[in-house]
């Protein structure tokens, strides 16, 4: 399973379940909130590491900029846009507490 899809899984339950969103959310408070975060994907049963959030998010970006304006380094990058684990918080936060 690629990381996108786990993140949609997990973002999915988080949603559904409001002790799961809240230990999500509650990753932003760590010193490490990536690790964190990373963390408590692996105890869901889900191996997420540091580099698996990066790499898919580099590659995302890489393959948008491919895709748009002939695929040149022009193509304007969007602050965070390739930030999967601060999107799947947006995703999440508006569900706060």
């Known amino acids: 399973m690629d990381v996108v899809t786990i993140l949609d899984e997990l973002q999915n339950q988080a949603l559904r379940d409001p002790e799961v969103r809240d230990r999500f959310l ?15 994907c692996r105890e869901m049963g889900y191996e997420i ?4 959030l990066i790499c ?19 193509s304007p990058m969007l602050a965070g846009e390739d930030d999967f ?13």
């Open 26 to 40: 509650d990753t932003r408070k760590a010193k490490e909130p990536i690790s964190e975060f990373c963390r408590v």
């Open 85 to 97: 684990y601060e999107l799947f918080l947006a995703g999440i936060r508006r569900f706060c507490r």
């Open 56 to 74: 898919a998010g580099e590659e995302f970006h890489a393959a948008m900029k491919r895709s748009t304006n002939g695929g040149g380094e022009n």
């Open 49 to 52: 590491y540091e580099m698996d």
